[in-house]
């Protein structure tokens, strides 16, 4: 695809080259010509090395596995695109970690995400691109225009192509993804299980007590939002694995897993685990059992969407046709 504009400008960051790279190969443009240097006493120095005078730009950078660096980087670029006199700048972050502090759910405490969004928009975001926030109330903490896009039917599309669909049934880790696991499983056409979770403080794994739904027999395709330590997944895993189920899939929005979370998932009951390329993730590259499919073409076309000054509404929750057969595709590399 083309975007038949030259005033459409994609920079990266430094841990959003290689999915900004992707947008750009989707679109046919070129990747903003830019560079990060870190100083010595760890100070962060950005620059831009191509005009941006007019332009509408758009700076691709996770928040993720280098969360503080890499906030900090983003208010540094957003800061340069203004003073180099930019049109608009839109700051897609694939994956947004500060998401899981959106709410004062114990005394004095900081509503993280909240801080967040503040700080980018002080900095001068005129537009921020997202998916699959850990809850939907952080698009309000945001009040200039915010984008949520769901990797929910790009991973079902590539569960169409490798599991029995009369044989499935979606399974949510705890009743606070239920509602997103009837989403999964309306598109599929499958049942619901749901597993009964709880956490006892602020660890990165909760125990699974029981699962809710008939499992027996039954291929069970777990799925959440993004996993750390990978022991929410196993935990669900060997409950419906207990509870009779024949085959046992999983799939995240975000995966996040270090050396210790994808040992866990590698020797859980967990056939594979389907995920998306919004975290640069050096540590699942080993894994056989991790399948990667990119987002970046969705993303690309929401930010020609904004461009063009069309609605976006259209890629919201679902798949435009153009890009199932190369989104489904896995990575490449993988």
């Known amino acids: 695809m083309n975007v038949g504009s030259g005033d459409i400008k994609i920079f990266a960051g430094t841990s959003g080259k290689t999915f900004a790279k992707r947008m750009c190969d989707f679109l046919g443009a070129e990747l903003g010509n830019s560079e990060v240097i870190t100083f010595s006493d760890g100070n962060i120095f950005v620059r831009i090395r191509e005009t941006v005078r007019d332009k509408d730009v758009f700076l691709v950078q996770p928040i993720a596995m280098n969360p503080n660096n890499e906030l900090v980087e983003i208010l540094f670029w957003i800061d340069a695109f203004k003073r180099a006199s930019a049109n608009s700048v839109t700051v897609i972050v694939p994956y947004f970690g500060y998401a ?57 599309e590539y569960i169409k192509t490798v599991c029995d669909l009369d044989n499935l049934v979606v399974v949510s880790p705890d009743a ?27 660890s990165e794994s909760a125990k699974v007590l029981d699962v809710i739904g008939n499992v027996e027999g039954k291929d069970c395709f777990i799925v959440d939002d993004f996993t750390i330590s990978g022991g929410t997944l196993v935990e669900i895993a060997n409950a419906v694995k207990a509870n009779g189920a024949r085959r046992i899939f999983a799939g995240l929005s975000h995966i996040l897993c270090r050396e210790k979370g994808v040992k866990a998932i590698e020797n859980s009951p967990i056939e594979f685990l389907v995920s998306t390329d919004t975290v640069e993730n050096p540590y699942i590259k080993d894994c056989e059992k991790i399948k990667i499919v990119s987002v970046a073409p969705l993303f690309a ?34």
């Open 100 to 156: 899981k502090g959106d709410k004062k759910d114990e005394p004095r405490v900081s509503i993280r995400a909240r801080v967040c969004a503040d700080m980018i928009e002080c900095a001068g975001a005129d537009r921020t691109v997202m998916m699959d926030l850990h809850a939907d109330q952080i698009q309000g903490f945001f009040k200039t225009p915010m984008d949520h896009l769901e990797a929910m039917p790009i991973i079902c």
């Open 301 to 334: 076309e929401a930010a020609k969407c904004i461009h063009d000054r069309v609605s976006i509404s259209g890629i919201f929750d679902r798949v435009p046709a153009q890009l199932v057969e190369q989104m489904t595709l896995e990575m490449e590399e993988k």
């Open 176 to 202: 606070g993804f239920a509602k997103n696991a009837r989403e999964f499983a309306d598109y599929l056409g499958v049942g619901v299980a749901i597993g009964d979770k709880t956490r006892y403080d602020h």
